[in-house]
């Protein structure tokens, strides 16, 4: 070869090296959208039949377009429907049962010393291992498992109480204004943190979670309760002061979508926006709501799940793979390239993300299993809690309540005995003293009082009353779950079989409630 051409071609390859090097070689970015007591209800769920009645009234653009670039999931749920426990869940992989004291919301006195949730390992190191910078803003997760760093901005408080901190309209315009800047700033904060590393950002933000102004909905959204007539699940009563109450809810789940718009707007200007997995989900159903956050049934358990990721998910997919949230944890480390350990019990998604398919993916993913403890600490006495243990599949839902003397959602005191629905409004959240497990509402207080009311004692008891030791629903017939075929012979066998399913997971994975370990101190009080 000629000297000339030899040394061209040298330079040539080496230019071809310097250039491949040159490029964007490092895993994809991962923005973890984590909405405290966001419920199954966003624009993209409104053909759901089991509460798409709500959704069809939401406005969430943000939230649609994940589902319109990405895939949406049908059948994520909670791996338990309490935010504390769910968040240790998704952050060690692990049934929330075996995450030691952060199983409860909760821990009070007595837990110190040995823990054995301590022992799980976190998604957390394994991500830094892999290059990855960990940020976090808001409410996020237990630093045991997830060592993150803080990003700076508005991003933590609840939208209305916000707003109405303006004495008229043009201060509240302003803060409107200085909101969106912040949510813009948190971006803005981690792209210059994060440098020449992909990221791993959860964003935790609290706006669902209550209190919220009441009659936000319509004020700060235009979000007329009437137009939730006829469109209310069955448990819930179609009367104005649930609707105004299910307005606001909704008004702060457009709050959350307005901090989407915000941080996508920003990763796009930034050239980033297609180098970074959009993971949008919540951590319990909505809260003061009958049977919402603390319930097994699917109002309280059923999560949304949206991920949007250019070049690898096709877009506009809908998948009915049955997903547990704890899922999450190893996903976040299949897509940075590390080894799962095998101490997870979560199955990674990522090959469901990565087929071009609709519906049923991986045979497997016929169901999933989930439970609960107790919210308050102190929603019973001496500490005790409601625990239940539940498997969902296509056809069925199968709950284990393992103390059915016990009250669902806290004893009955205080003013669980007023029934007075101007006085009990005037509490608020006050009527937290009351059936603890359930957060404080205008809903709930409309419930209370109507408990000696015959034609409305029938959403009392699906709020308030005891539970049996078994409860059967099956979903095509009865997707709200109010019909419990426990007890109807014809369904003997089917609810024989999902109990030994359930039966054998608990054994495997070492629930401790197999022996009653939290029914002793220090997770709940000495002499019980």
């Known amino acids: 070869m000629n000297r000339n051409v030899y040394l061209l071609v040298s330079m040539l390859f080496c230019f071809a090296l310097t250039c491949l090097g040159s490029q964007d070689l490092r895993g994809p970015n991962i923005l973890f959208f984590y909405g405290d007591d966001w419920g199954k209800i966003a624009g993209c769920y409104k053909d759901d039949h089991y509460f798409g009645g709500i959704s069809s009234v939401a406005k969430t653009p943000a939230f649609d377009r994940l589902a319109k670039e990405g895939v949406r999931f049908d059948n994520a749920f909670f791996p338990v429907p309490q935010c504390t426990p769910c968040r240790a869940s998704i952050a060690t992989g692990s049934y929330f049962w075996r995450t030691g004291k952060t199983a409860f919301l909760n821990q009070k006195d007595g837990f110190k010393g040995y823990d054995a949730g301590t022992e799980l390992p976190g998604f957390g190191p394994v991500l830094i291992r892999q290059g990855y910078y960990i940020g976090s803003s808001g409410k996020t997760m237990n630093k045991r498992w997830i060592k993150s760093r803080p990003i700076k901005g508005v991003v933590d408080r609840r939208y209305s109480l916000a707003i109405y901190k303006g004495k008229d309209e043009a201060e509240r315009q302003k803060i409107r204004k200085n909101l969106e800047a912040g949510y813009r700033q948190v971006i803005q904060n981690l792209l210059a943190k994060s440098k020449d590393k992909p990221f791993y950002f959860v964003f935790g933000p609290i706006n669902t979670h209550r209190p919220w102004i009441r009659g936000s909905g319509k004020n700060l959204w235009g979000l007329d309760p009437d137009s939730l007539k006829g469109k209310m699940p069955a448990f819930l009563p179609d009367v104005p002061e649930v609707r105004e109450d299910m307005a606001d809810y909704l008004g702060e789940i457009m709050a959350l979508d307005l901090m989407l718009t915000c941080f996508m707007e920003e990763l796009d200007r930034a050239g980033q926006l297609d180098n970074t997995v959009i993971i949008a989900t919540g951590d319990n159903g909505p809260p003061g709501f009958t049977r919402g956050k603390t319930n097994m049934y699917d109002f309280g358990s059923a999560a949304p799940l949206l991920v949007r990721w250019p070049g690898v998910v096709l877009p506009g997919r809908v998948v009915d793979d049955f997903v547990n949230l704890m899922d999450l944890g190893p996903t976040f480390i299949d897509i940075a390239g590390g080894d799962i350990p095998e101490s997870m019990d979560g199955r990674s998604i990522l090959p469901v993300l990565q087929s071009k398919d609709n519906g049923q993916i991986d045979p497997a993913r016929d169901h999933v299993i989930f439970g ?136 495997q994975t070492g629930d401790p409630r197999l022996t009653d370990v939290f029914e002793k101190p220090p997770f709940v009080n000495k002499g019980n």
């Open 372 to 507: 609960r403890e107790r919210h308050v600490h102190n929603a019973r006495q001496g500490n005790l809690s409601y625990p239940s243990r539940a498997i969902r599949n296509k056809d069925f839902l199968y709950i284990q309540n393992y103390f059915p003397d016990r009250w669902p959602l806290g004893d009955p005191l205080g003013s669980a005995n007023e029934v007075d629905q101007r006085v009990l409004a005037k509490k608020g959240s006050e009527t937290y003293t009351a059936f603890r497990d359930m957060d404080g509402s205008p809903t709930k207080s409309w419930i209370m009082s109507i408990r000696d009311d015959t034609q409305y004692r029938k959403y009392w008891d699906w709020t308030f009353a005891k539970r049996p030791a078994e409860e059967l629903y099956e979903i095509n017939k009865d997707p709200l779950q109010l019909n419990n075929l426990a007890g109807n012979s014809k369904y003997k066998e089917i609810k024989d079989g999902l109990r030994q399913k359930l039966q054998n997971v608990r054994s």
